[in-house]
């Protein structure tokens, strides 16, 4: 097995993008990572195997998805045909995570490598514009997470005229707000959603439609199901593991979802889910309620503990920039849409305005964090 480290330079991501290629081909398997990452599997990936990548989740526990060249390949190709052909693609992702990988991926097999946007000092709308620029003509696509999104809308000007440049702009890794996608859209940007993980090789349900070859199914108690030629061999070294998440021919995921109009709803994740009084509320609904009102960039809705109820609703939201409303008249606000929108249960007994929300990983709300802020503007559970 080959270990790349990839630390956000060009130089890094070419070396990645040739071991990747000998991997696509039936050379070593690639387990990219970040520099100063110490996890390594003790075991060895089978034959077969073409990429190891490394993912914690939300339990810090590090595990080792194993993907093979046909589940890599058969992602890009679908997303190949899903958005209309070949094209040249823009890295601005971080290179160890599954969806960076799957630019290089959908790049190779468009005949080219990827160009590749210089992440060492963080992720910066001129970069973005410039990497951009040096594309060649023709259809162009990226990916991107909410957060990268968010601030090339905020930067406007050149980041904004090079975003509105690509054929698509798929958006993953966290669930997009309704406010932002909309903003987006407004704005001239080809935003397509995705949803998915390194256990489906990346993106498999594009604006809530499956891609050609995915499956997507429902278990009794909502929680979402996936099958079909994407899905990754298992987790390296974790029979139990695997056999927990992997049976015959699904991957059980932790999330909840359900259908509308013909395309998958993502509820969020299953263990997220509040329960206040003996009602069930769904983090991601409370969430995308917030979203939409005036003033809002983004939330992050959580559980805290609770003597009476068992738990209460609480929310950190992170406020538009220049918005100078009182932080309690905002809070009032947000309760009473939230009121309106889900009813009673679901409004926030706890509304905390922050500069960010923190997060984790590729832009994903980091909910351990926003839990602790929440807990500590509350005090003591009652």
């Known amino acids: 097995m080959r270990i790349v480290e990839v630390d956000g330079s060009p130089a890094a991501a070419g070396e990645l993008v040739s071991a990747l290629r000998d991997a696509l081909d039936g050379g070593p398997a690639l387990l990219p990572r970040a520099p100063g990452a110490s996890a390594t599997p003790a075991a060895r990936p089978a034959p077969g195997a073409a990429l190891v990548i490394t993912t914690s989740g939300s339990t810090g526990v590090p595990k080792f998805v194993v993907l093979s060249a046909a589940a890599l390949r058969a992602s890009a190709r679908a997303t190949m045909d899903r958005l209309g052909g070949p094209a040249a693609w823009l890295l601005a992702l971080p290179a160890e995570h599954i969806a960076g990988v799957q630019v290089v991926v959908r790049s190779l097999l468009a005949g080219a490598a990827p160009a590749v946007q210089d992440l060492r000092e963080g992720f910066r709308p001129d970069g973005f514009a410039a990497t951009t620029a040096a594309l060649p003509g023709g259809r162009r696509c990226t990916s991107l997470v909410p957060t990268q999104l968010a601030r090339l809308l905020d930067a406007g000007g050149a980041a904004l005229e090079a975003l509105c440049s690509y054929d698509a702009v798929l958006v993953g890794g966290a669930a997009l707000g309704p406010g932002l996608h909309a903003r987006a859209a407004a704005a001239g940007v080809r935003v397509v959603t995705t949803y998915g993980m390194s256990e489906t090789a990346g993106g498999c349900v594009y604006d809530g439609v499956p891609l050609d070859g995915v499956r997507v199914d429902l278990d009794e108690g909502g929680r979402i199901r996936l099958g079909g030629p994407t899905l990754a061999d298992g987790y390296l070294g974790d029979q139990a593991g695997t056999a927990a998440m992997f049976d015959d021919g699904w991957f059980r995921t932790t999330d909840l979802g359900r259908w509308r109009d013909g395309r ?36 992050c809705v959580v559980g805290l503990p609770d003597a009476e109820w068992g738990q209460v609703v609480a929310a950190a939201v992170a406020a538009t920039p220049g918005d100078d409303e009182p932080d309690a008249v905002r809070a009032d606000r947000l309760r009473a849409a939230v009121r309106t929108e889900l009813g009673r249960a679901a409004v926030p007994r706890v509304v905390l305005t922050v500069a960010e929300i923190p997060l984790r990983g590729v832009g994903k709300p980091d909910r351990r964090a926003v839990t602790e802020l929440l807990m500590t503007e509350r005090g003591p559970a009652g």
């Open 264 to 299: 998958l709803e993502v509820l969020g994740r299953a263990d997220d889910v509040i329960i206040t009084g003996g009602e069930n509320v769904a983090p991601a609904a409370v969430e995308r309620v917030l979203a939409t009102q005036p003033g809002v960039r983004a939330a």
